[in-house]
């Protein structure tokens, strides 16, 4: 990896966190797209690689803010939680088996 990347993917990062902290989006809103036409990822490893990244700065440290202000259902997130990990699952699987021109014309619009 380059500086060029390194920084392009620090800054990727940046954008993605404080829009997931503000308004509660997904950061492939904004990873997946960048990492395919900016740092130049197929579609499955932008996908993959989004996955992999989001797991621990969203689910932990974001979170602990909302909870210490009260601000969080754990009921609510886990029955999210669940849903989300029979979903990705499933939908990953499916993924991987679409051409990926399909994916990509797909995921412009979210």
Same mark, same amino acid.
Do not use: R, W
């Given at each position: 990896?380059?500086?060029?990347?390194?920084?392009? $993917?620090?800054?990727?990062?940046?954008? %993605?966190?404080? #829009?997931?902290? +503000?308004?509660?989006?997904?950061? %492939?809103?904004?990873?997946?797209?960048? $990492?395919? #036409?900016?740092?130049?990822?197929?579609?499955? /490893?932008?996908?993959?690689?989004?996955?992999?990244? %989001? +797991?621990?700065?969203?689910?932990?440290?974001?979170?602990?803010?909302?909870? !210490?202000?009260?601000?969080?259902? #754990?009921?609510?997130?886990?029955?999210?939680?669940?849903?989300?990990?029979?979903? @990705?699952?499933? @939908? @990953? !699987? +499916? %993924?991987?088996?679409?051409? /990926?021109?399909?994916?990509? !014309? #797909?995921?412009?619009?979210?």
């Amino acid at each position: 990896m380059n500086i060029y990347t390194l920084l392009v $993917l620090l800054l990727i990062g940046l954008i %993605a966190g404080v #829009f997931g902290g +503000l308004l509660g989006i997904s950061g %492939a809103i904004i990873i997946v797209p960048c $990492l395919v #036409f900016v740092v130049g990822l197929n579609q499955y /490893e932008a996908i993959g690689t989004s996955l992999a990244f %989001a +797991l621990p700065p969203i689910g932990l440290l974001a979170m602990y803010s909302y909870y !210490k202000d009260g601000h969080v259902n #754990f009921l609510y997130a886990l029955i999210l939680s669940v849903t989300f990990i029979i979903g @990705s699952f499933f @939908s @990953s !699987k +499916l %993924a991987t088996n679409i051409p /990926e021109n399909t994916i990509k !014309k #797909f995921s412009v619009y979210f």
